[in-house]
Nanobody
Framework: QVQLVESGGGLVQAGGSLRLSCAAS????????MAWYRQAPGKQRELVAVISAEGNTHYADSVKDRFTISRDNSKNAMCVLQMNSLKPEDTGVYSCNFRIYADGFYPIDYWGQGTQVTVSS
């Protein structure tokens, strides 16, 4: 059974930095995309950043030049979201999403448990 475990998050003042990590455990063949999503109160969940297996990245316009996504493709696959120059509007629950080739031919999306990020003004 594949599981994603997140760490990081918390409360920070505007302008500060936080680092989120997401690690996959269990048995799987490979991981395609790794991504971070966030959901602010009263808003829909939105894609923050995604990184492909080849290392290609894409960011939401609102976080470009402030956030950096990276990945480790070793056995203990991990994805890190480094968040700098945080703004109050970055507040929300951040969840990681890995597209994983486990036992079958088609990949399955797995989600972390979510971690709260609160940026105070």
């Amino acid at each position: 059974q594949v599981q994603l475990v997140e760490s990081g998050g918390g409360l920070v003042q505007a302008g500060g930095s936080l680092r989120l990590s997401c690690a996959a455990s269990g048995s799987f063949k490979s991981i395609a995309n790794m991504a971070w999503y966030r959901q602010a109160p009263g808003k829909q969940r939105e894609l923050v950043a995604v990184i492909s297996a080849e290392g290609n990245t894409h960011y939401a316009d609102s976080v470009k030049d402030r956030f950096t996504i990276s990945r480790d493709n070793s056995k203990n696959a991990m994805c890190v979201l480094q968040m700098n120059s945080l703004k109050p509007e970055d507040t929300g629950v951040y969840s990681c999403n890995f597209r994983i080739y486990a036992d079958g031919f088609y990949p399955i999306d797995y989600w972390g448990q979510g971690t709260q990020v609160t940026v105070s003004s």
